[in-house]
């Protein structure tokens, strides 16, 4: 199972861009990384999913190094609204027997 | 698309009696689904996975005798807490993993709060 590491909390201001960063340091080669967005009293919402190199939707881009021990989510200009827990998720997709197991995620405070 | 209705959103219930949560996947077939419980100001902490058509396998520390995990087609899972307890109370959550537009998807349901009393 690829065990995942990020830190507790972060904060910031309105406008800026913020980097999560999440280790991985036992990730399986089927595994992809996924982050997911969560507001208290709601399930997790889809971010973005990358396998390798840097993967870039409307809403944020991820950074994925060669070895892919890590990840970083990116987060440009964020807004009050932005305020949430945010989680890295790692696994095979399409694998029936996968465990998928959350880490404590990254509480990120945006602040005006 | 992927989309994954979980309901009710919230139920109160006496302390005693049995609950159930539905989990549907609405717009593609869920090969396995995930139910999750998760307390205040924590992660969300994996109960048990099933695959539809067999029976869940739970984590270590999880009652499945009073957790009982159904998946009995592509769509749907239920999760029902049986002879509910105070310390049941909690924000249950489901999540669908299959196959929509051509990807592997894993999608979430909103949650359901559980309030036992």
């Known amino acids: 199972l690829a065990k995942t590491t990020q830190p507790i909390s972060m904060d910031s201001y309105e406008g800026q861009e913020v980097n999560i960063t999440c280790s991985h340091n036992n990730i399986a080669t089927n595994d992809y990384i996924t982050w997911y967005q969560q507001f208290p009293s709601q399930g997790p919402r889809f971010i973005i999913q990358?396998?390798?190199t840097k993967v870039t939707n409307e809403v944020a881009s991820l950074f994925i190094p060669a070895d892919r021990k890590s990840s970083t989510l990116s987060l440009p200009r964020v807004s009050l609204s932005d305020t949430a827990v945010y989680y890295c998720l790692v696994g095979d997709y399409g694998g029936a027997t996968n465990k998928l197991i959350f880490g404590t995620g990254t509480l990120l405070a945006v602040q005006p | 698309g992927a989309v994954v209705s979980q309901h009710p959103s919230r139920v109160i219930c006496k302390s005693g009696t049995s609950v159930k949560i539905e989990c549907r996947s609405l717009d593609f077939q869920a090969t396995t689904m995930f139910w999750y419980r998760q307390f205040p100001k924590q992660s969300l902490m994996l109960m048990a996975t099933s695959n539809e058509g067999s029976k869940a396998t739970y984590e270590q520390g999880v009652e499945k005798d009073k957790f009982l995990i159904n998946h009995a087609s592509l769509t749907l899972s239920t999760l029902t807490v049986t002879s509910a307890h105070p310390e049941d109370s909690s924000f249950y959550i489901c999540?669908?993993?299959?196959?929509?537009?051509?990807?592997?998807?894993?999608?979430f349901g909103a949650g359901s709060r559980l309030t036992v009393l």
């Open positions: 999540s669908a993993m299959g196959r929509a537009a051509g990807a592997n998807v894993l999608t």
């Open positions: 990358g396998y390798k």
